[in-house]
Nanobody, 120 residues
Framework: QVQLVESGGGLVQPGGSLRLSCAASGSIFSINAMGWYRQAPGKQREAVAAITSGGSTNYADSVKGRFTISRDNAMNTVYLQMNRLKPEDTAVYYC??????????????WGRGTQVTVSS
C-alpha cells in the first residue's frame, strides 16, 4: 500500500502564494509519476500538474506560468509552488501518484486532499 499526506493548503489573498507538499510512504517502488489534481464545487476534477522521476512535466493551461511542480526523489515528495493565485484557483487539491502521468489517475494512489482558498 501507498500512503500520501498533503500539506500546505490554506487561505491566501489574490496574488499571493502557497506551496503544497505531498509525501509518499509505504510500498512506493513502482511510483514514477507524481502530480496534483484539483476539484472545486460544481466543477469537474482537473489535472493541474504532474512530473516524472526523470523531471518531465505537464501543466494545465490555466496554471502554466504561475505554478511550478517539483519533486525530491530521495524524499519521495512532490511540491506545487503556486504563485499569483486567483480566486478561480480555489479548490481541494489532491496528490496523485502512479506509474505514468497518463495513467496515474486510474491505477495510482490518492491523498485525502488539502483545501486552497483564494479570497480577499
Amino acid at each position: 500500500q501507498v500512503q500520501l499526506v498533503e500539506s500546505g493548503g490554506g487561505l491566501v489573498q489574490p496574488g499571493g502564494s502557497l506551496r503544497l507538499s505531498c509525501a509518499a510512504s509505504g510500498s512506493i517502488f513502482s511510483i514514477n509519476a507524481m502530480g496534483w489534481y484539483r476539484q472545486a464545487p460544481g466543477k469537474q476534477r482537473e489535472a493541474v500538474a504532474a512530473i516524472t522521476s526523470g523531471g518531465s512535466t505537464n501543466y494545465a493551461d490555466s496554471v502554466k506560468g504561475r505554478f511550478t511542480i517539483s519533486r525530491d526523489n530521495a524524499m519521495n515528495t512532490v511540491y506545487l509552488q503556486m504563485n499569483r493565485l486567483k480566486p478561480e484557483d480555489t479548490a481541494v487539491y489532491y496528490c496523485n501518484v502512479g506509474l505514468t502521468i497518463a495513467t496515474m489517475d486510474v491505477e495510482g494512489y490518492w491523498g485525502r486532499g488539502t483545501q486552497v482558498t483564494v479570497s480577499s
